[in-house]
Protein backbone atom coordinates (compact mmCIF):
# COMPACT_ATOMS: atom_id res chain seq x y z
CA UNK A 1 0.00 0.00 0.00
CA UNK A 2 1.24 3.80 -1.06
CA UNK A 3 2.00 5.34 1.84
CA UNK A 4 3.60 8.16 3.89
CA UNK A 5 4.74 6.92 7.53
CA UNK A 6 5.17 8.41 10.59
CA UNK A 7 6.89 7.87 14.08
CA UNK A 8 6.33 8.46 16.83
CA UNK A 9 2.16 9.08 16.20
CA UNK A 10 2.18 10.90 19.48
CA UNK A 11 5.17 12.14 22.01
CA UNK A 12 5.66 14.03 25.18
CA UNK A 13 8.73 15.21 26.25
CA UNK A 14 10.48 18.14 28.36
CA UNK A 15 12.34 20.80 26.86
CA UNK A 16 15.58 20.45 25.97
CA UNK A 17 15.53 17.00 24.90
CA UNK A 18 16.37 15.65 21.44
CA UNK A 19 13.85 14.43 19.20
CA UNK A 20 13.77 12.92 15.99
CA UNK A 21 10.53 12.35 14.03
CA UNK A 22 11.16 9.77 11.32
CA UNK A 23 9.42 9.81 7.95
CA UNK A 24 9.38 7.30 5.54
CA UNK A 25 7.52 6.71 2.05
CA UNK A 26 7.14 3.65 -0.37
CA UNK A 27 6.09 5.81 -3.56
CA UNK A 28 9.58 6.57 -4.94
CA UNK A 29 9.05 10.11 -4.67
CA UNK A 30 11.54 13.09 -5.09
CA UNK A 31 9.49 15.68 -3.34
CA UNK A 32 9.54 15.63 0.60
CA UNK A 33 8.16 18.13 3.30
CA UNK A 34 7.11 19.11 6.81
CA UNK A 35 4.71 21.10 8.09
CA UNK A 36 3.47 21.79 11.19
CA UNK A 37 -0.16 22.46 11.64
CA UNK A 38 -1.21 25.45 15.04
CA UNK A 39 -4.83 26.43 15.70
CA UNK A 40 -5.50 30.18 14.11
CA UNK A 41 -2.18 29.76 11.46
CA UNK A 42 -2.85 26.92 9.52
CA UNK A 43 -0.22 24.53 8.28
CA UNK A 44 3.21 26.11 7.39
CA UNK A 45 6.39 24.25 5.67
CA UNK A 46 8.87 23.96 8.18
CA UNK A 47 11.72 22.15 5.28
CA UNK A 48 11.44 20.60 2.37
CA UNK A 49 13.71 18.48 0.38
CA UNK A 50 13.38 17.88 -3.94
CA UNK A 51 16.03 15.03 -3.78
CA UNK A 52 18.99 12.87 -2.41
CA UNK A 53 21.13 15.58 -0.62
CA UNK A 54 18.90 18.76 -1.82
CA UNK A 55 17.40 20.61 1.07
CA UNK A 56 16.04 24.07 1.79
CA UNK A 57 14.02 25.92 4.26
CA UNK A 58 10.23 26.54 3.99
CA UNK A 59 8.57 29.30 5.82
CA UNK A 60 9.25 28.29 9.82
CA UNK A 61 12.45 26.44 10.00
CA UNK A 62 13.78 27.53 13.17
CA UNK A 63 14.55 25.35 15.72
CA UNK A 64 14.47 22.31 12.87
CA UNK A 65 17.02 20.19 11.37
CA UNK A 66 16.75 17.79 8.35
CA UNK A 67 18.57 15.45 6.52
CA UNK A 68 17.68 13.24 3.08
CA UNK A 69 20.19 10.59 3.04
CA UNK A 70 18.11 8.25 1.25
CA UNK A 71 15.24 8.74 -1.05
CA UNK A 72 12.34 7.29 0.69
CA UNK A 73 13.46 8.83 4.62
CA UNK A 74 13.05 12.37 5.55
CA UNK A 75 13.30 12.71 9.60
CA UNK A 76 13.09 16.14 11.26
CA UNK A 77 14.83 16.56 13.91
CA UNK A 78 14.50 18.93 16.82
CA UNK A 79 18.08 19.66 18.75
CA UNK A 80 16.78 21.28 21.75
CA UNK A 81 13.12 21.41 21.64
CA UNK A 82 11.03 23.91 23.25
CA UNK A 83 7.25 24.62 24.50
CA UNK A 84 6.51 26.83 21.25
CA UNK A 85 7.21 23.60 19.05
CA UNK A 86 4.28 21.88 20.65
CA UNK A 87 1.97 20.98 17.33
CA UNK A 88 1.01 18.98 15.30
CA UNK A 89 3.82 17.45 12.64
CA UNK A 90 2.70 16.40 8.71
CA UNK A 91 5.15 14.69 6.60
CA UNK A 92 4.45 14.90 2.80
CA UNK A 93 5.68 13.13 0.09
CA UNK A 94 5.12 13.62 -4.09
CA UNK A 95 6.60 13.49 -7.36
CA UNK A 96 7.75 16.97 -8.81
CA UNK A 97 6.51 16.18 -12.22
CA UNK A 98 6.25 20.41 -13.13
CA UNK A 99 5.60 20.77 -9.63
CA UNK A 100 1.92 19.88 -9.19
CA UNK A 101 1.29 16.72 -8.08
CA UNK A 102 -1.11 16.32 -4.98
CA UNK A 103 1.12 15.70 -1.55
CA UNK A 104 0.09 12.71 -0.12
CA UNK A 105 0.59 13.11 3.65
CA UNK A 106 1.10 11.15 6.67
CA UNK A 107 -1.06 10.19 9.66
CA UNK A 108 0.72 13.36 11.77
CA UNK A 109 2.69 13.50 14.60
CA UNK A 110 1.13 15.30 17.62
CA UNK A 111 4.49 16.52 19.75
CA UNK A 112 3.87 18.33 23.14
CA UNK A 113 7.10 19.65 24.56
CA UNK A 114 6.59 20.47 28.55
CA UNK B 1 -0.98 38.09 1.75
CA UNK B 2 -2.84 35.08 2.29
CA UNK B 3 -2.78 33.11 -1.14
CA UNK B 4 -5.89 31.04 -0.32
CA UNK B 5 -8.65 32.38 1.42
CA UNK B 6 -12.02 30.37 2.83
CA UNK B 7 -14.52 32.37 3.99
CA UNK B 8 -16.86 30.19 5.56
CA UNK B 9 -15.27 29.07 9.18
CA UNK B 10 -18.39 26.96 9.52
CA UNK B 11 -21.08 24.93 7.51
CA UNK B 12 -23.86 23.08 8.17
CA UNK B 13 -25.90 20.79 5.70
CA UNK B 14 -28.05 17.92 6.09
CA UNK B 15 -27.56 14.78 4.67
CA UNK B 16 -28.19 13.72 1.08
CA UNK B 17 -28.01 17.25 0.49
CA UNK B 18 -25.10 19.15 -1.93
CA UNK B 19 -22.55 21.63 -0.34
CA UNK B 20 -20.37 24.11 -1.73
CA UNK B 21 -17.44 25.45 0.10
CA UNK B 22 -15.59 28.61 -1.00
CA UNK B 23 -11.98 29.42 -1.81
CA UNK B 24 -10.66 31.98 -3.80
CA UNK B 25 -7.17 32.20 -4.10
CA UNK B 26 -4.38 35.17 -5.20
CA UNK B 27 -0.76 34.40 -7.48
CA UNK B 28 0.74 36.06 -10.63
CA UNK B 29 2.08 32.33 -11.68
CA UNK B 30 0.52 31.11 -15.12
CA UNK B 31 1.44 27.31 -13.93
CA UNK B 32 0.08 26.62 -10.53
CA UNK B 33 -2.24 23.33 -8.93
CA UNK B 34 -5.08 23.47 -6.71
CA UNK B 35 -6.19 20.95 -4.20
CA UNK B 36 -8.53 20.33 -1.33
CA UNK B 37 -7.90 17.86 1.25
CA UNK B 38 -10.49 16.80 4.29
CA UNK B 39 -8.88 16.33 8.06
CA UNK B 40 -11.68 14.51 9.97
CA UNK B 41 -11.39 14.61 13.68
CA UNK B 42 -8.53 12.03 13.79
CA UNK B 43 -6.00 14.12 12.38
CA UNK B 44 -4.93 12.69 9.01
CA UNK B 45 -4.76 15.09 6.08
CA UNK B 46 -6.62 13.22 3.01
CA UNK B 47 -6.31 14.15 -0.75
CA UNK B 48 -9.44 15.08 -2.44
CA UNK B 49 -9.19 16.52 -5.80
CA UNK B 50 -6.72 18.43 -7.86
CA UNK B 51 -7.26 21.08 -10.42
CA UNK B 52 -4.02 22.26 -12.80
CA UNK B 53 -3.98 25.53 -13.67
CA UNK B 54 -4.50 24.96 -17.53
CA UNK B 55 -6.98 22.17 -17.14
CA UNK B 56 -9.91 23.64 -19.04
CA UNK B 57 -12.56 21.17 -17.43
CA UNK B 58 -13.72 20.92 -14.01
CA UNK B 59 -12.25 18.31 -12.07
CA UNK B 60 -14.38 15.64 -10.48
CA UNK B 61 -13.30 12.96 -8.13
CA UNK B 62 -16.72 10.52 -7.35
CA UNK B 63 -19.01 12.67 -5.18
CA UNK B 64 -15.98 15.58 -5.30
CA UNK B 65 -15.95 18.25 -8.02
CA UNK B 66 -14.51 21.71 -8.17
CA UNK B 67 -15.89 24.46 -9.75
CA UNK B 68 -12.75 26.22 -11.13
CA UNK B 69 -13.16 30.13 -12.29
CA UNK B 70 -10.11 31.51 -13.09
CA UNK B 71 -10.78 34.75 -13.90
CA UNK B 72 -12.61 34.80 -10.58
CA UNK B 73 -9.17 33.29 -8.81
CA UNK B 74 -12.08 30.64 -7.37
CA UNK B 75 -11.83 27.10 -6.88
CA UNK B 76 -15.20 25.84 -4.64
CA UNK B 77 -15.17 22.38 -3.90
CA UNK B 78 -18.95 20.79 -4.13
CA UNK B 79 -19.88 17.45 -2.70
CA UNK B 80 -22.79 15.67 -3.38
CA UNK B 81 -25.44 13.91 -1.60
CA UNK B 82 -23.39 14.48 1.66
CA UNK B 83 -22.93 11.79 4.67
CA UNK B 84 -22.35 12.09 7.78
CA UNK B 85 -18.78 10.55 7.28
CA UNK B 86 -18.04 14.21 5.46
CA UNK B 87 -18.36 15.93 8.65
CA UNK B 88 -14.49 17.01 8.80
CA UNK B 89 -12.83 20.14 8.44
CA UNK B 90 -11.29 21.04 5.23
CA UNK B 91 -8.48 22.62 3.37
CA UNK B 92 -8.00 24.28 0.27
CA UNK B 93 -4.80 24.69 -0.76
CA UNK B 94 -2.83 26.03 -3.75
CA UNK B 95 0.94 24.55 -5.24
CA UNK B 96 3.45 27.02 -7.18
CA UNK B 97 6.04 26.59 -8.73
CA UNK B 98 10.12 26.30 -7.89
CA UNK B 99 10.41 29.97 -6.54
CA UNK B 100 8.10 28.62 -3.69
CA UNK B 101 9.94 25.64 -3.34
CA UNK B 102 6.58 23.62 -4.74
CA UNK B 103 4.45 24.40 -0.92
CA UNK B 104 1.06 23.88 -0.57
CA UNK B 105 -0.14 26.90 0.64
CA UNK B 106 -3.53 26.13 2.82
CA UNK B 107 -6.25 28.46 3.51
CA UNK B 108 -7.35 28.41 7.27
CA UNK B 109 -9.89 25.89 6.44
CA UNK B 110 -14.18 25.17 6.39
CA UNK B 111 -15.73 23.26 9.18
CA UNK B 112 -18.51 21.27 7.82
CA UNK B 113 -20.96 19.46 9.71
CA UNK B 114 -23.36 16.95 8.25
CA UNK B 115 -27.11 16.29 10.19
CA UNK B 116 -29.02 13.77 10.03
Known amino acids: EAQVTQNPRYLITVTGKKLTVTCSQN?????MSWYRQDPGLGLRQIYY???????DKGDVPEGYKVSRKEKRNFPLILESPSPNQTSLYFC?????????????FGDGTRLSIL | AQKITQTQPGMFVQEKEAVTLDCTYD???????LFWYKQPSSGEMIFLIY??????QNATEGRYSLNFQKARKSANLVISASQLGDSAMYFC?????????????FGKGTSLLVTP
Open chain 1, 92 to 104: ASSLLREGHQPQH
Open chain 1, 27 to 31: MNHEY
Open chain 1, 49 to 55: SMNVEVT
Open chain 2, 27 to 33: TSDQSYG
Open chain 2, 51 to 56: QGSYDE
Open chain 2, 93 to 105: AMREGHNSGYALN
